[in-house]
Structures are given as structure tokens and as C-alpha cells.
């Protein structure tokens, strides 16, 4: 398999907190990584130290084989994307200018997009349902829109290494399922993605691999079916977590 991400020794400080602890982990080409933890253990931090755009206390990040400090801000662009929790928009922009921001990193200095990545970013915005949104300002979306537009931007990016920060966040029940489907469609198995989620079901219904975060022991990782485990759900959570079996899938539920 293709590694596309890994981690040696990693470990991030905040303040006097360690919030992840000698990290090894390896993401390798058409896995879905779910990562799931309590609020304040981490989990975005770790997505931004993947990123490059956080230091870690120490420990090795690698890209397609190589330190994330042997590239340019551009070549990490064009190998791993992140779709940030929440998107400020500090400037004026329409719905299609944001979306074009997606094939920023593979234009030279002065480049304008041309008329093909118009094309894709048109076709984009359909799939996510915002086709008529083109000339819309930002501004005026609901956060359910803007968080499609956010997938559709990170998609029109299209990197072989992708980080979602809570895509789901406020999608309704349908949008939340059809992103995650559009992700893993367009995705298909010549990506890897690395998502944080806040719903132990959307891990299990739509990761190969989860990573769990915990406040006071080691993280685990490893296939879903060997890593979301009642115990392990119980821990996570500090709450009691029961499964049921429906239709030869699992569900989970606080009891």
C-alpha cells in the first residue's frame, strides 16, 4: 500500500496539556480515517499540526514519503487539502470564487484559472446542491450551505491527502449522509481521508479506520471493526455506549 500520511513520535502541547502523545500512525492510499474524542482532547489540533500549520512539541510528519518541512506551502497544497471546522470570510466573494480557490495551488504565480477549472467548479457546486449559488455572496449562505460549499471547495482541490475538520457540522440528517457518500464517491480509492466526527455511526457506516483520542491514556488506532468496541466507546465518551444490530450493521446508543 501507498503511504500517503504518517506520524512518528508525535506529540502536541497546548499550554501545559499534552493532547497527543508519541503518535505513530500510517494513512495509507483509499483508507477513511474517522477520528473521534470528547471536546478539548485534541482533535483539531492534531488535524492542524497535520497540516503544517501548527508545530508539534516533537515527533515527524510525513507526506508521500517525505518531512512535511521539505515542502512549500504550495506542494503540501497539492498533496493534502483541510476543511477547516469553521471558514472565515474576511473578503467579499461569490459562491464560484470560493469554490475556484480549490485550484489555487496549481497555478503559477499570476495564473488565472482558465475556463476548465471554471468547468469543474461548476460541476462541483452541482453536486453539492448549491447550481444557481454561482454568483451568490458567501455571506448570504446558511451554515449548512456553507459547509457544502467548503466540500465542494476541498474537492475541486482534489489533494491525494484529505483532512475534514467536522464536515457534517450543521447539515441536516439527508445532507450529512449525502455529503459523506460525495466524498467517498469522488474520493474513490485513489484518495485517503482523515475526519474528525462527532457520530460513532457515520464512523462506522462510512470509515475502513478510526483513531480514538483519550484525555488520560494512549490514542488507539486500527480498523473500525477492531478499534469501536463497546469498552473503547465507553472510554472515549465517559458515558455508557451500548450496540445494537440492525440489518448486519452496527448502531451505537448512549443507554
Given at each position: ?14 499550554g501545559k496539556r499534552t493532547l497527543c502523545q508519541r503518535l505513530d500512525l500510517t494513512i495509507n492510499q483509499g483508507e ?224
Amino acid at each position: 500500500m501507498n503511504a500517503y500520511l504518517q506520524t512518528r513520535g508525535l506529540t502536541i502541547r497546548k499550554g501545559k496539556r499534552t493532547l497527543c502523545q508519541r503518535l505513530d500512525l500510517t494513512i495509507n492510499q483509499g483508507e477513511v480515517w474517522g477520528v473521534l474524542g470528547q471536546n478539548g482532547v485534541g482533535k483539531t489540533s492534531l488535524l492542524y499540526s497535520l497540516a503544517g500549520l501548527e508545530s508539534p512539541l516533537s515527533g515527524e510528519r510525513i507526506i508521500m514519503q517525505q518531512p512535511i518541512e521539505h515542502y512549500s506551502r504550495r506542494q503540501v497544497a497539492q498533496n493534502l487539502g483541510l476543511m477547516l471546522q469553521d471558514t472565515p470570510d474576511p473578503f467579499p466573494a461569490t459562491v464560484l470564487q470560493t469554490a475556484l480557490i480549490g485550484r489555487h495551488p496549481y497555478l503559477s504565480r499570476w495564473q488565472w484559472e482558465n475556463q476548465n477549472d471554471i468547468q469543474l467548479s461548476l460541476g462541483m457546486l452541482k453536486k453539492v446542491g448549491l447550481d444557481g449559488f454561482e454568483q451568490r455572496q458567501v455571506t448570504s449562505l446558511s451554515g449548512g450551505e456553507r459547509r457544502r460549499l467548503a466540500l465542494a471547495t476541498l474537492l475541486i482541490q482534489s489533494p491525494p491527502m484529505m483532512l475534514l475538520d467536522e464536515p457534517t457540522n450543521h447539515l441536516d440528517l439527508h445532507y450529512q449522509h449525502a455529503m459523506l457518500k460525495l466524498l467517498l464517491q469522488e474520493s474513490k480509492l485513489t484518495h485517503a481521508i482523515f475526519m474528525v466526527l462527532h457520530d460513532v455511526n457515520l464512523v462506522a457506516q462510512y470509515c475502513t479506520h478510526a483513531l480514538l483520542l483519550f484525555n488520560d491514556k494512549p490514542a488507539v488506532a486500527g480498523s473500525c471493526d477492531s478499534v469501536l468496541t463497546v469498552e473503547n466507546l465507553n472510554q472515549v465518551f465517559n458515558t455508557q455506549i451500548n450496540k445494537a444490530c440492525i440489518q448486519s450493521r452496527d448502531f451505537y446508543y448512549v443507554d
